[in-house]
């Protein structure tokens, strides 16, 4: 057997030398000087090399360590060479199926066939809830109790549609990661089982129109981003859904048509839409213009100029003006259809400005952009009273002709 001061004086020649411990292992003693360990052995009748390494990375101790695991392989008829194989195979694999690594394969995938709005919500809940906690780990070896912590603590600050989409999503990685042999089974199925109960749905909170002055007036003193403000006061002057005003590129808009075109991808019901603009929302999106001109989008990140503002933008605002809790984004649009129906306009026009689906596809279909003209003058006389409103006219519901 060798001692570690023979492995260390070991002298080269001229021709590769060998030095050998015991149990086939041996010290390949190179003519550069190299010195690399090797095992010897014999498997399925045929004698075979097995790498362990260099000297003086491996020193004596450690080689014989590896030569005895070797043996105890070779006792339990496994050839060492293929266990080393396998083992960094599924080193590798570990590496490969992580659930990050699905997650992003999965959302490139997917990614073809949301809408823009869809696209940003799905990275933006990804980003901040599922692959902090579960990034690095290998998504074979996730647990049911581990996707449901995670939801917990999405559902723990009220978040329950996020939490909901979550499940959906993680379902989807899952099922993903099957099809490519990274998992064998889906532990992100019913999931829904152990989901916070969601509170009885209400309407978006809105103003009755008798605040609205009160409400015009603080945002006309509003002293944050402008791109904001004039995002709110558009969602009165056009009841666009929020997702489908912050995510607008400026390609939708034909201002000297005052009209705003979006296509179907982008809509909620999967239909395009058409927004007669009034003359007010014209003007608020030329000043836009001028403060986004170098963004595609009209109401861009402050931090990435080619990506939507943030869902909170638009509620965080009116927070900040006093009226949290009791005006959303979304609530305008009650609003709105509220104060038109008060008005006695054409229920018919009222839905279709609001995007509304229609009851009878066919009837959709073809109905999809009438009453352009009756919606642009309802909307103009509908931004003509706030313009009053604000400026101190007394709030009235005149009647209009059906």
């Given at each position: 057997?060798?001692?570690?001061?023979?492995?260390?004086?070991?002298?080269?020649?001229?021709?590769?030398?060998?030095?050998?411990?015991?149990?086939?292992?041996?010290?390949?003693?190179?003519?550069?000087?190299?010195?690399?360990?090797?095992?010897?052995?014999?498997?399925?009748?045929?004698?075979?090399?097995?790498?362990?390494?260099?000297?003086?990375?491996?020193?004596?101790?450690?080689?014989?360590?590896?030569?005895?695991?070797?043996?105890?392989?070779?006792?339990?008829?496994?050839?060492?060479?293929?266990?080393?194989?396998?083992?960094?195979?599924?080193?590798?694999?570990?590496?490969?199926?992580?659930?990050?690594?699905?997650?992003?394969?999965?959302?490139?995938?997917?990614?073809?066939?949301?809408?823009?709005?869809?696209?940003?919500?799905?990275?933006?809940?990804?980003?901040?809830?599922?692959?902090?906690?579960?990034?690095?780990?290998?998504?074979?070896?996730?647990?049911?109790?581990?996707?449901?912590?995670?939801?917990?603590?999405?559902?723990?600050?009220?978040?329950?549609?996020?939490?909901?989409?979550?499940?959906?999503?993680?379902?989807?990685?899952?099922?993903?990661?099957?099809?490519?042999?990274?998992?064998?089974?889906?532990?992100?199925?019913?999931?829904?089982?152990?989901?916070?109960?969601?509170?009885?749905?209400?309407?978006?909170?809105?103003?009755?129109?008798?605040?609205?002055?009160?409400?015009?007036?603080?945002?006309?003193?509003?002293?944050?981003?402008?791109?904001?403000?004039?995002?709110?006061?558009?969602?009165?002057?056009?009841?666009?859904?929020?997702?489908?005003?912050?995510?607008?590129?400026?390609?939708?808009f034909d201002l000297d048509e005052a009209t705003w075109s979006i296509p179907a991808e982008r809509m909620k019901m999967g239909r395009p839409h058409v927004v007669p603009l009034p003359a007010q929302a014209v003007a608020l999106l030329r000043e836009l213009r001028t403060l986004n001109e170098r963004s595609p989008l009209a109401f861009p990140s402050r931090d990435h100029r080619d990506r939507p503002m943030s869902e909170n933008t638009v509620n965080t605002a009116i927070n900040r003006i006093g009226y949290?809790?009791?005006?959303?984004?979304?609530?305008?649009?009650?609003?709105?259809?509220?104060?038109?129906?008060?008005?006695?306009?054409?229920?018919?026009?009222?839905?279709?400005?609001?995007?509304?689906?229609?009851?009878?596809?066919?009837?959709?279909?073809?109905?999809?952009?009438?009453?352009?003209?009756?919606?642009?003058?309802?909307?103009?006389?509908?931004?003509?009273?706030?313009?009053?409103?604000?400026?101190?006219?007394?709030?009235?519901?005149?009647?209009?002709?059906?």
């Amino acid at each position: 057997m060798l001692t570690a001061i023979e492995v260390r004086n070991a002298k080269p020649a001229l021709k590769p030398r060998k030095l050998f411990d015991g149990g086939g292992l041996f010290l390949l003693v190179m003519p550069e000087g190299g010195k690399r360990w090797r095992l010897k052995y014999r498997f399925d009748g045929k004698e075979k090399l097995l790498a362990i390494g260099t000297y003086p990375e491996i020193e004596l101790a450690k080689a014989r360590e590896a030569r005895d695991a070797a043996r105890k392989l070779l006792a339990q008829g496994t050839d060492p060479a293929d266990h080393r194989k396998a083992t960094r195979e599924a080193e590798r694999a570990t590496r490969e199926h992580t659930f990050g690594v699905m997650a992003e394969k999965w959302f490139k995938k997917k990614s073809g066939e949301w809408s823009p709005a869809s696209h940003d919500k799905a990275r933006l809940y990804l980003d901040r809830d599922l692959l902090p906690a579960l990034r690095a780990r290998p998504v074979a070896e996730i647990t049911r109790p581990e996707l449901v912590a995670v939801l917990r603590k999405i559902e723990a600050r009220d978040a329950l549609d996020v939490a909901k989409k979550c499940r959906g999503w993680l379902n989807g990685i899952f099922q993903f990661a099957m099809v490519e042999g990274a998992v064998d089974i889906n532990r992100a199925t019913d999931l829904h089982v152990v989901a916070a109960a969601a509170p009885a749905r209400r309407a978006h909170p809105h103003l009755p129109i008798g605040e609205l002055p009160g409400f015009l007036n603080a945002l006309a003193d509003y002293c944050g981003d402008r791109g904001t403000a004039i995002a709110i006061r558009l969602h009165l002057l056009t009841a666009a859904r929020p997702g489908e005003l912050r995510a607008a590129p400026w390609s939708e808009f034909d201002l000297d048509e005052a009209t705003w075109s979006i296509p179907a991808e982008r809509m909620k019901m999967g239909r395009p839409h058409v927004v007669p603009l009034p003359a007010q929302a014209v003007a608020l999106l030329r000043e836009l213009r001028t403060l986004n001109e170098r963004s595609p989008l009209a109401f861009p990140s402050r931090d990435h100029r080619d990506r939507p503002m943030s869902e909170n933008t638009v509620n965080t605002a009116i927070n900040r003006i006093g009226y949290g809790g009791r005006q959303t984004g979304h609530g305008f649009r009650h609003l709105i259809s509220t104060a038109l129906n008060e008005r006695g306009y054409n229920r018919d026009w009222i839905e279709r400005q609001l995007s509304h689906g229609d009851e009878d596809d066919i009837r959709a279909i073809y109905n999809g952009a009438q009453y352009l003209s009756q919606r642009r003058q309802m909307m103009q006389a509908w931004a003509d009273e706030i313009d009053s409103l604000q400026a101190g006219g007394n709030v009235t519901a005149i009647r209009r002709q059906a």
